[in-house]
């Protein structure tokens, strides 16, 4: 006893589908998230043998004071929550671990004025040029010099 009949429709749709399924194989879609994704620029003393930085980095002299408590060039700033300090090893580093330690650093802002991220620099990287300015608010100022400041 056969329950289910079969008609020409139920067969030519099955082989439709198939052949479109077949057909897929052929012609790919592309997926957004295998696109390629343009990368940022940069500004980099690997010239010299250093680390990539964002572009708006800018140069100071860095002290930690008590954290989360610095000292900018000279003056009273103060880290982010969740600020990074890299060492010239590019590995994260506590501010307590260096409390009272002078650095020349590259560093960026965040969106409310305060340090987001600090990355302690070796000698090649110190002796490449950055645009360092007198501190534009939020890293953005269309006038910049290339001077370094000294280690000393």
């Not at 969740?82 to 307590?96: D, K, T, W």
């Not at 620099?121 to 608010?137: G, V």
């Amino acid at each position: 006893m056969n329950r289910c009949k079969t008609s020409t429709k139920t067969l030519t749709f099955i082989a439709l589908c198939a052949a479109i399924a077949g057909a897929a194989g052929f012609f790919p879609l592309v997926a957004s998230a295998q696109d390629e994704v343009p990368r940022p620029q940069t500004q980099n003393e690997s010239l010299v043998g250093g680390r990539n930085f964002p572009i708006g980095t800018l140069r100071g002299k860095f002290m930690v004071t008590s954290a989360p408590d610095v000292e900018l060039d000279g003056k009273a700033d103060r880290l982010g929550a969740g600020a990074r300090i890299r060492s010239e090893q590019n590995m994260l580093v506590m501010p307590g671990a260096i409390i009272g330690q002078r650095f020349l650093v590259n560093y960026t802002r965040d969106a409310a004025g305060l340090l987001r991220e600090v990355w302690i620099l070796t000698r090649d990287e110190a002796s490449a040029s950055r645009e360092s300015l007198n501190k534009p608010f939020l890293n953005v100022w269309p006038f910049t010099s290339n001077d370094t400041v000294n280690t000393q």
